[in-house]
């Protein structure tokens, strides 16, 4: 992540140097130092966990402000299905939607709807035969797409070459609204709520297509309170949800997996279960899968950091909402869209965070520099160093000018 778009900042006043978040981050991009956290953007896939542990509320994810969508002439907002999930009570999503447009926007467009969409184009090119590199990895989770691209450069080619459900219902709204509407498409604002900061920082960022299709990413946090108001005057709310089943499904984790239809085909939530699939892929010890969903969120998005309820209790109003709903309201031939449509604008960049040096005789030098001095540490991953774990603390030394005697158990 650049240090010029920040979706997870430190409120150092309120931070008390406790590790708590260095401790949990799962890519070891958080180091204390001087009684302070501080992270290594570069290596920081914007998953929220710090946001989540952080016991002094001294993390903050970054996201626009509702007040940005008054900047356009027409608004569009794009709800996930996770934002369903958040409220008591609701027995129709369409309270929602109609919320939506009675908080300022003027029109909705239901990632969900997308969500059945891109199920449809995956299982397309597993029937095809098109997608060799097996078992393809779902791009849904931006987090897990970044992580990936930091720390498991061999496993690249089997993310799949479809745009996320975000990319999409914006693509297919904002041509809706120049339909509809005759403005011009700088005019229309679309705009996602979403369920963490990593969705925030791959729509801002573009992450695999060429330029953000979003004009701007809310949090479910603050949406939902402005929703509570309006939704308790609405009594009889239009037919607005073009999702079914499938789409709401993927608001929980194999949700989308389940969408799939194969038979070989699974999904994982919670980083270090990824963390530990992703180990597998690369030995591959699953090379007979087609298909896999992985959540860095336990639950899925409804884990997200940016919502207000339970994972667990949010996974079964989705559940309730599911009821009376077709499996799915959509199809690829009824978008008449072709498939190159949903595919990726453009090639993922892998991160060179981890390199230790351009050149390559310098970069084992300073390997074999690091592995002497984890040699004399004694291996207890206690964090009083600062750093997350004597390996991390070793490559301080090497490469951040970290002192040796501020590990107190260094053995010479």
Known sequence: MSEEKKFVTLDADKCKGCITCMKRCPTEAIRVRGGKAE???????????????CPYQAKKAVYDSLD???????KVALPPPALYGQFNNLNDVNYVLEGLLAIGFDDVYETAAASELISEATRRMISSKKFLKKPMISTTCPAVVNLILLKFHNLKENIVNLLTPADVAAKLAREKAVKETGLKPEDIGV??????????????????????????????????????????????PRELSRS????????????????????????????????????????????????????????GCVGGVLNIENPYIAKAKINILKKYKPISKNSL???????EFFCQERDYE???????????????????????????????????????????????????????????????
């Open 68 to 74: 940005i969508i008054h900047n356009f002439k027409y």
């Open 191 to 236: 705009f996602f709520i979403a369920s963490c900061p990593a969705k925030a920082y791959s729509l801002s960022n573009a992450l695999g297509v060429n330029a953000p299709l979003v004009d701007g990413v809310i949090s479910v946090s603050e949406v939902y309170f402005k929703l509570i108001n309006e939704m308790s005057k609405i009594e009889n």
């Open 350 to 412: 892998l991160s060179e965070a981890f390199r230790l040096d351009d050149d390559r005789i310098k970069a084992m030098s300073k390997l074999k520099q690091i592995s002497e001095i984890y040699s004399h540490l004694a291996h207890l991953d206690c964090g009083l160093c600062g750093a997350p774990s004597c390996a991390a603390f070793s490559e301080d030394v090497v490469l951040r000018g970290k002192e040796l005697g501020t590990c107190v158990k260094y053995r010479l």
């Open 39 to 53: 992270i290594i953007y570069d290596r920081c896939v914007a998953c929220g966990e710090c946001v989540r542990v």
């Open 333 to 339: 031939e009824a978008c008449g869209k072709p498939i």
């Open 244 to 299: 079914g089943i499938m789409g709401l499904s993927w608001a929980v984790s194999g949700g989308e997996a389940a969408g799939i239809l194969g038979d070989i085909c699974f999904a994982v939530d919670g980083f270090e279960n990824v963390i530990n699939i992703l180990k597998e892929i690369e030995d591959d010890k699953l090379e007979h899968t087609e298909f896999i969903e992985l959540n860095a969120c336990s639950g």
